[in-house]
């Protein structure tokens, strides 16, 4: 599909389930393609509203926790360069329990509507938290109805996927992103998801020490293994 | 949220007494319920810090939580009270309110 359309044209969706996963994941790759001029798409399924995390010390509780994520949220994108942030209204923790089937429509009605190039998302079982793998098994499931091949790629933490063969993947499965140009970008936006990432003092030293704390590589899977053959393992599009 | 003031909460428990109340109950880690509706008939807060509060309601429920540390008084004319840790994370919840809370 990248031929479609020129380099400044191209459109990338992620679709994930809360604020920050965009940032502690994979937060250098958008940052990268936002900075080429990639039209990036976010959706959260939830606003996060569940989480433990209330600041450090605490300044937020159940109640007002939504508000004070969907705002950093807001603010991540900002600096990761995303233009365009949608919710999709699910409570936190509950993603996996409600109808699966409109879930999925509702997902493959936005990649009609946005006709993206590339779609992100959890792996349905390598997701590693619940509302990750049910956003991801619906994810999955309306890009194959929306009868897309090629473009969707699994989002996976850190660098266990340097050894895929451990995971039942092989190198060709995998995509490997040089995020050392955007590291800048990936720190300010940790710094945005603010009660998060406050019990982390790494991530409040200067920028120098708290930089090297993140590697220069994000890592991919491949969703259709046949889309791996002759294809570049250094870039999603 | 501030630090649990005991006689302070007392006073806002009693607010509660007699009324209908939607609750929301959590410990974070493990269970959340939110919404479910009772009428309370005693409300009652003891320890020293962290603190328990116990709820009796319909005339044969109990509702207890303890590790209660801060709470809030909001404008919504509820009664938030949390349980933190000494990293800001919060294990237990527990909101009273005379309206549901949002979905």
């Known amino acids: ?237 | 949220m501030m630090n649990i003031d005991r006689t302070s909460v007392e006073a806002e428990l009693r607010k509660f007494v007699g009324a209908d109340i939607y609750v929301h109950s959590e410990a974070t880690s493990f269970v959340f319920v939110r919404n479910f509706k009772v009428r309370a008939t005693d409300a009652r807060i003891a320890g020293e810090g962290p603190y328990r509060v116990a709820l009796r309601f319909d005339g044969h429920g109990w509702l207890r939580m303890e590790a209660l540390t801060h709470y809030e008084a909001d404008e919504a004319g509820r009664l938030l009270l949390a349980g933190y840790d000494d990293r800001g994370r919060m294990h237990v919840a527990l909101h009273l309110g005379k309206e549901p809370f949002p979905e």
């Open chain 1, 1 to 237: 599909m990248s031929e479609r359309r020129t380099q400044a044209g191209r459109r990338l969706l992620a679709v994930f389930a809360h604020p920050d996963d965009e940032t502690f994941i994979c937060g250098g790759t958008l940052a990268k393609y936002a900075s080429e001029g990639v039209d990036i798409t976010l959706v959260s399924a939830t606003r996060g509203e569940m989480g433990r995390r209330m600041g450090n010390p605490p300044y937020l509780n159940r109640e007002t926790i939504a508000a004070a994520r969907e705002q950093e949220l807001r603010q991540a994108c900002e600096r990761l360069g995303i233009r365009q942030l949608r919710f999709l209204g699910i409570r936190d923790k509950t993603v996996e329990f409600i109808d699966g089937e409109k879930l999925t429509a509702t997902v493959e009605a936005l990649i009609r509507d946005l006709d993206p190039d590339v779609v992100l998302t959890f792996h349905e079982k390598l997701g590693g938290h619940p509302d990750h793998c049910a956003i991801g098994r619906a994810t999955t499931a309306a890009y194959r109805r929306a009868g897309r091949k090629g473009s969707l790629y699994f989002i996976s933490f850190g660098s266990e996927m340097e050894r895929p063969e451990r995971y039942g993947y092989t190198r060709n499965d995998i995509v490997r992103i040089d995020v050392s140009a955007h590291l800048e970008a990936k720190l300010a936006a940790f710094r945005a998801h603010r009660c998060q990432t406050e019990i982390d003092e790494w991530v409040w030293r200067p920028d120098r020490e708290a930089l090297s704390r993140f590697g220069k590589h994000e890592y991919f899977i491949r969703a259709d293994a046949a889309a791996g053959s002759g294809r570049n393992s250094r870039d999603l599009f």
